[in-house]
């Protein structure tokens, strides 16, 4: 992000441990694994997965986000290099409308956090982004035109114009 403005908490109140209850859990040949709710199938338990799956129960459970609209670790190319997202919410007109860019529990958001879900909005060219760990969520629009961003507070901000 080249603005030098502070990082404004997102959701401030949200702590996503306290949907843990409601993912669902097994251990296979001693490996812990986690179910993806959208993908049906059981995946390792690793961190940055469990803050995916607390993120999607969160967005449709408490956000009515269809599952239809999530998209999950898709593969694509910026800069000539391969490169994954982490999760996109399509708007009602089925166009990308948010990216998000997660970390694990462990992982303190920094600046390269933010640098490189601002790589990946080179290519994708979203208009709004979210950088979390589970804990600490950071949410900004993106004004492709003006090239710049402004930090958001609330999901009403993102919700009222998807």
Wanted: net charge positive; charged share 25%; proline share 4%.
């Amino acid at each position: 992000m080249s603005e030098k403005q502070k990082p404004i908490l997102f959701e401030a109140d949200l702590s996503l441990t306290d949907y843990t209850k409601h993912l669902t859990t097994k251990v296979e040949n001693g490996t812990p694994m986690l179910l993806c709710q959208l993908r049906k199938k059981y995946l390792v338990m690793q961190p940055e997965e469990w803050v995916r799956q607390l993120w999607i129960y969160y967005l449709i459970s408490e956000l009515n986000i269809s599952p239809k609209k999530i998209l999950l670790e898709k593969q694509f190319e910026v800069l000539g290099k391969k490169r994954r997202f982490d999760l996109i919410v399509l708007n009602a007109a089925n166009e990308h409308h948010l990216l998000f860019e997660l970390k694990s529990f462990k992982i303190i958001i920094q600046p390269s956090t933010f640098d490189q879900i601002t790589l990946y909005n080179l290519k994708l060219k979203i208009p709004y982004l979210i950088a979390s760990n589970g804990i600490q969520h950071y949410a900004f629009k993106v004004d492709q035109i003006e090239q710049r961003f402004d930090y958001l507070r609330k999901f009403s901000d993102i919700l009222t114009n998807s």
